[in-house]
């Protein structure tokens, strides 16, 4: 799987930078479905199955460099049973010092935003006004 970000340093609506992001997955145990068998303590844990890594390569117009390959992507937090401590334990640990005092990080993070879904893609319905909508719309 890859991924690009593409970066526009002079406005003109190309690329002048991408960093290209490729993923694989490595099963534990490839014979079974569950994601882990227990807690997920480390980066390592046999007990994660479905474990990611990922190279990251810039690409400009001199050519491509390689910055790094076989980084670990943290599990998903899952939550306290499977992922204990995931912060320190799992979080932390993904992020991965490259060449050029560059940092990189692909996992998932814990944000403040939030989006129904259902009430979006339902004529934009939003849930608090549902009902004065109904009416509003189609009377009767």
């Given at each position: 799987?890859?991924?690009?970000?593409?970066?526009?340093?002079?406005?003109?609506?190309?690329p002048?930078?991408?960093?290209?992001?490729?993923?694989?997955?490595?099963l534990?145990?490839?014979?079974?479905?569950?994601?882990?068998?227990?807690?997920?303590?480390?980066?390592?844990?046999?007990?994660?199955?479905?474990?990611?890594?990922?190279s990251?390569?810039?690409?400009?117009?001199?050519?491509?460099?390689?910055?790094?390959?076989?980084?670990?992507?943290?599990?998903?937090?899952?939550?306290?049973?499977?992922?204990?401590?995931?912060?320190?334990?799992?979080?932390?640990?993904?992020?991965?010092?490259?060449?050029?005092?560059?940092?990189?990080?692909?996992?998932?993070?814990?944000?403040?935003?939030?989006?129904?879904?259902?009430?979006?893609?339902d004529?934009?319905?939003?849930?608090?006004?549902?009902?004065?909508?109904?009416?509003?719309?189609?009377?009767?």
């Amino acid at each position: 799987m890859l991924y690009e970000i593409n970066i526009d340093n002079d406005g003109d609506g190309w690329p002048d930078i991408t960093y290209q992001f490729r993923f694989h997955t490595r099963l534990t145990t490839p014979n079974s479905f569950l994601y882990n068998t227990g807690p997920i303590k480390s980066l390592s844990d046999p007990t994660w199955n479905s474990k990611q890594f990922y190279s990251v390569t810039r690409a400009d117009r001199r050519g491509n460099q390689l910055l790094g390959r076989n980084l670990a992507c943290p599990p998903c937090n899952v939550g306290i049973l499977s992922t204990p401590n995931y912060e320190q334990n799992l979080g932390r640990k993904a992020v991965h010092q490259l060449a050029g005092g560059r940092k990189v990080f692909a996992g998932q993070r814990a944000e403040q935003f939030y989006v129904d879904l259902g009430s979006i893609f339902d004529l934009a319905n939003l849930r608090p006004f549902q009902e004065a909508n109904l009416s509003a719309r189609w009377p009767g």
